[in-house]
């Protein structure tokens, strides 16, 4: 059965950075972002490798918007759905809204909720659009498995990466 990891958070609350810190511990796991999707069918049916186009992404620009918008009419979910169907195990670091973690979680994801001090974030990036719903649509959600802090330096959300760690290998009983 394929395991799945989905991280959510706000901009600079280091979604990423947690989830390369997993992507160590669990090896069989892939990093899949919901725009890496988009990019890597854009790849097969354009010969192009994902990181051929993560190196010139304003080249295709706007072959992937139309790509994206094309998946979108099919069904809103078509992404996250294609996402699903995806054999690797697979870790998604960027959820943004709830029906997507409703999406995940009716597939027995574990759900992480990454989670930054405004001042921590402010010092990692430009922080924009902060009242978005892309921003503020997951502040009440509580069906999290866990919640990781990361507000300090990267020797921190290393420890506190530790228990996390132990959690999920305990969720897929790995």
Avoid: C
Avoid at 18 to 39: N, P, Q, T, Y
Avoid at 50 to 71: H, N
């Amino acid at each position: 059965m394929k395991r799945l990891i989905v991280l959510s958070g706000k901009q600079y609350s280091g979604k990423d950075t947690v989830a390369k810190l997993l992507l160590e511990e669990f090896k069989s796991f892939k990093r899949i972002g919901i725009g890496d999707a988009i990019k890597i069918m854009y790849g097969k049916q354009n010969g192009l490798t994902y990181e051929e186009i993560e190196a010139d992404k304003s080249k295709y620009r706007t072959g992937l918007i139309e790509l994206g918008d094309w998946g979108r009419k099919q069904n809103p979910d078509y992404w996250l759905n294609v996402i699903l169907n995806m054999k690797e195990d697979t870790i998604v670091p960027d959820l943004r809204l709830e029906h997507e973690l409703d999406i995940f979680k009716a597939n027995n994801a574990y759900m992480i909720r990454v989670e930054a001090s405004l001042d921590a974030r402010k010092a990692r990036g430009i922080i924009t659009n902060e009242n978005d719903l892309t921003e503020v649509a997951l502040d009440n959600y509580t069906g999290w498995n866990y919640k990781i802090d990361n507000s300090l330096d990267f020797a921190t959300l290393q420890q506190n990466t530790k228990p996390l760690v132990a959690d999920i290998k305990k969720y897929f009983k790995i």
